[in-house]
């Protein structure tokens, strides 16, 4: 019961920090509610039981993309910074999310789930990744690493100023 | 309504404020953070699977693990780019921007 009420509490706050992110008017603003929403989705991957990837998720999302999403946004302000953040389609736009929930929402209320007995141990979870990382999926989590470092050199030559990086 | 059910209408909310982000926000790092919250709306939505349905326990660790990863990539590569398109044009408004030339 009480799990249930916590439960329901972080999705308010994750999903109010996610229409904080979508609304506001500043950058900075939009830019602290992702961070309440990815410390929210967090907080979820915790309830069920998922602590290593609530680590990761408050890790990577929390701080890294965080603080270089901050840093994009202090070396983009722009004079017209003050100006409205949304474009035309806006009604088209909230149209479509809205009309896309429904159908999420039907697909997941009307859809006959497998559902199986929660465990109660997060270890066994915990292990069952750290066997499947390092058996099955081996080689995607190699090539992951090479996609970071090809993403890194590429973010250091696109931003190298200077003609011979033009 | 189940934990899954509200963690599937959780997940659906979350994914469907990204996407108006992305197609009503005109600043381009705006438009990240909705990207970012839509591959959120996705790790949701497995973490509920790989608890609640039947033959996805540690598979859906594996891809919400990878999610993040490539989350990671790609909002470093995004932002350099957003980086390059504001010294090129002094702006970073989408509507503006139609080519990734000088």
């Keep these: ?166 | 309504m189940t934990v899954l059910e509200f963690m599937l209408i959780l997940g659906a909310a979350l994914f469907c404020l990204g996407l108006y982000g992305v197609l009503a926000r005109r600043n381009a790092v705006l438009v990240l953070m909705s990207i970012e919250l839509m591959l959120n709306a996705v790790n949701v939505h497995l973490i509920a699977f790989a608890r609640y349905v039947i033959g996805t326990e540690a598979i859906a660790h594996v891809l919400i693990i990878f999610v993040i990863t490539i989350a990671a990539a790609e909002v470093g590569l995004a932002l350099a780019i957003v980086l390059r398109m504001f010294r090129n044009w002094e702006t970073v408004n989408l509507d503006r921007i139609s080519t990734l030339q000088q």
């Excluded at chain 1, 500043?26 to 069920?48: N, T």
């Excluded at chain 1, 039981?49 to 890294?64: D, K, M, P, S, T």
């Excluded at chain 1, 999420?104 to 559902?115: C, G, N, S």
Aim: some cysteine; charged content about 10%; aromatic content about 8%.
């Design chain 1, 1 to 166: 019961m009480i799990e249930t009420a916590i439960l329901g509490a972080i999705g308010i706050i994750t999903v109010a920090a996610a229409v904080g992110v979508v609304a506001t008017r500043s950058v900075v603003y939009a830019a602290v509610f992702l961070l309440v929403s990815l410390v929210g989705v967090a907080a979820l991957f915790l309830m069920m039981l998922a602590e290593f990837i609530a680590l990761a998720q408050v890790l990577i999302y929390g701080g890294a993309i965080t603080i270089v999403l901050l840093f994009a946004i202090m070396l983009t302000r722009a004079p017209e910074q003050t100006n409205v953040q949304d474009n035309a389609q806006r009604p088209l736009a909230a149209m479509a999310c809205v009309g896309l929930f429904a159908l999420l929402v039907a697909a997941a209320l009307a859809t006959p789930w497998r559902t199986r007995d929660p465990g109660a141990d997060p270890m066994a979870e915990f292990t069952a990744l750290s066997e499947l990382l390092f058996s099955d999926f081996l080689i995607p989590f190699e090539i992951a690493s090479l996609v970071l470092l090809v993403a890194l050199i590429g973010a250091v030559v696109l931003t190298r100023s200077g003609r011979e990086g033009a």
